[in-house]
């Protein structure tokens, strides 16, 4: 109890002081702006028509929780058809794209790790066309896509079983 | 030029027949582990001096002219110790020790600081000289003269050009963010960094004059073909269209390039000049053509096409005309290389799910497996033809294996960190 009663004795006596030092000045008189001529120009307001203001909206872009977050196409073993659980992937892209004319984007093809470095390039390659043909047809313009290959050089998953490849068969969505 | 660390190296010949392990020599500026297997089918009795004086040069050039005959697997090496003179060879007793050659030797420092290499080659047999070379090279060219005293008693013996002061170039892969492009001796010493990148790096390939490198790089988040002129560092964009591009090849005069773009909607060969000027497409099929290869006659243009369903080796005119099937064993041919002469093409074939060299005797069309693990990649044949170079795999492990073209003479060349892939052979230099 000692401590603390202490303890507020030093606070208040901490805050009177730190009052002082900062003494209001009541002497000085306010400034005289002569405003009258402006006054009499102004056009009376219009107290019936509302302005509107536009907070800045959550580009859906950026929302960590909505569709547009999932931007990959999982593809089956040698197959370069979109799945259908990649379909959603593809229209909710197409739609923003569609919205947003001057977003574009990279579609990057991969592949699994098995064979030769350039064929899996031009696999990749069409896994990307394949994402990039259905977005066109849903009516997103060429200028807005560009459809590439990573081939088998950027896996997502590593390692050498089943789990690992059809993680790394897929298209990735990369706005630019 | 940067020069990579220095690593410890053990160079180690493994004479499969005879099931022995014999440590040959160990060398500085040493960055890979070559391990040798299988012998040729006539070897030639040959014994290597030490030279005289050699211990004042920054390398000992007899242990480098020893290192590249056996590697070649073309020798048998007789013990021969150290001859100090030129002159009054005794050819009968190094005939009768089982010699047919003998390589002898002298180094000196001049002036200028260059070394001063003589090197005579002599026939036990007729008691003939056979040949001889006076190198003078600056001391950071110690390793260029053994590997050119190499190559001539390489020729004077077998009658090939000797491939061992060629270069190499490889794609280096640390834990996949940060990838270097490689250039080495042939035997993968003095290797020296060309370009560093933090996105991959594929498909390189050597001008036919051994200044520049042509590569794919994904620094773009896309690939991207460039030339990279390994002197000046000056970097050339050949082919950035929309799409990828990928898989440069020189044509065999070195003024274009073939590429394989995706700009039309799915892959396809073009031609271009190495300026990046007058692409032009040239394949035309509605499936993947690429990896495109000039003849060496650069009348025409081998590549992979999957226009049949699989993966399949082509040939074309360089104008796109008349292409004909060239593979037809298997259901996944890919990379072709062909040979300096025309006449052996190289690739990958897929079969039992294991990736392996293939040669294939284009007259004949008799076909011939070269490797026996599980996934080769990416070929690429020794200037004189006698030695593919290719990527391996072992033990999760990326490296580099050369083989000799009748597939008795197998090497592996391995490095301490780090996987190695895409090797492209350079051409021989003047």
Known sequence: MRK?????????????????????????????????????????????????????????????????????????FDSYVVREDGKPVVENHSAYLGKNKARSILIQG???????AEYNLALGQKRAEAVRKAMTTLGVAEGQIEAVSLGKEKPKASGS?????????????VYK | MYTMKKLNQVWLAAGLAAGLTVALCGTAQAQM????????????????????????????????????????????????GVITSMNNIDYAGWKAKGADALVIGTVAKAASGDYEVRYKLLD???????????????????????????????????????????RIS???????????????????????????????????????????????????????????????????????????NSSPAWSPAGNKLAVSLSKDGHTQIYTVNADGSNLRRVSNSNGIDSEAQFSPDGSSIYFMSDRSG?????????DGSDPKRITFSGNYNISPRISADGKTLAYISRRDGNFQLYTLDLASGQEQRLSDSTDDQYPSFAPNGRYIMYATQAGGRKSLAVVSVDGRVKQRLTTQAGNIKEPTWGPFMQ
Not at chain 1, 110 to 116: I, L, P, Q, V
Not at chain 2, 201 to 222: C, H, L, M, N, R
Request: charged share 25%.
């Open chain 1, 4 to 76: 603390l009663s202490s303890l507020a004795f030093v606070l208040t006596t901490a805050a009177i002081l730190s009052a002082c030092s900062t003494p209001v000045k009541i002497s000085e008189p306010p400034p005289v702006v002569e405003r009258q001529v402006e006054q009499k120009t102004t056009p009376p307001a219009d107290t019936r028509t509302v302005q509107p203001v536009e907070t800045k909206s959550l580009d859906p872009l950026d929302d960590p929780k909505g569709v547009l977050a999932n931007r990959s196409v999982y593809f089956d």
């Open chain 1, 110 to 116: 991969n592949t699994d790790e098995r064979g030769g």
């Open chain 1, 161 to 173: 079983n089943e789990e690992a490849w059809a993680q790394n068969r897929r298209a990735d969505i």
């Open chain 2, 33 to 80: 582990r070559i391990e040798i297997s299988g012998v040729g089918s006539n070897q030639i009795p040959v014994a290597v001096a030490g030279f005289a004086d050699e211990a004042i040069a920054p390398q000992q050039i007899s242990a480098i002219i020893k290192a590249d005959l056996e590697r070649s697997g073309a020798f048998k090496l007789i013990d021969a």
């Open chain 2, 124 to 166: 036990t047999v007729k008691q003939t000289e056979l040949s001889q070379l006076g190198l003078s090279r600056a001391p950071q060219y110690t390793r260029l003269t053994a590997h050119t005293i190499a190559d001539d008693v390489f020729l004077k013996l077998t009658g090939v050009r000797g491939a061992f002061s060629t």
């Open chain 2, 170 to 244: 490889y794609v280096k892969e640390y834990d996949k963010r940060h990838y270097e492009l490689l250039v080495a001796d042939a035997d993968g010493e003095d290797e020296q960094m060309a370009l560093r990148s933090n996105e991959p790096i594929i498909s390189p390939s050597w001008s036919p004059d051994g200044t520049k490198v042509a590569y794919v790089s994904f620094e773009q988040k896309k690939p991207v073909v460039y030339i990279q002129n390994l002197i000046t560092r000056a970097r050339t964009v050949v082919a950035n269209e929309k799409g990828s």
């Open chain 2, 310 to 318: 699989g993966p399949q080796i082509y040939r074309m005119g360089v």
